[in-house]
């Protein structure tokens, strides 16, 4: 695990998500998740969100697609 210090400084190679509520979404968001509460924002080292799934295994897929790895902040 890292902090979001140590985070920043690992590089454009990692990224992290958190959990979302569905319903703090844009609406055009909200439509496409359906019933669906939680979505997973996807965030680089600079804390830009890059993408928003709807399951952590399809993150950890995107990771691996592009060359890039997964980690755990706390």
């Known amino acids: ?3 979001k210090r ?3 400084k690992l590089g454009p ?3 992290y998500m958190k ?3 569905t319903a703090d979404l844009p609406a055009e968001v909200q439509e496409e998740a359906g019933e669906i509460e939680v ?3 996807v965030h680089n080292t600079k804390g830009e969100q890059v ?3 709807a399951d952590p295994a399809v993150a950890s897929h995107l ?3 592009h060359q890039m790895q997964l980690v755990t902040l706390h």
């Open 6 to 8: 140590q985070f920043k």
């Open 63 to 65: 990771a691996d697609q």
């Open 39 to 41: 979505l997973f924002a």
């Open 19 to 21: 959990p979302v509520a």
């Open 51 to 53: 993408a928003v799934v």
């Open 13 to 15: 190679q990692f990224i």
């Open 1 to 3: 695990m890292y902090t």
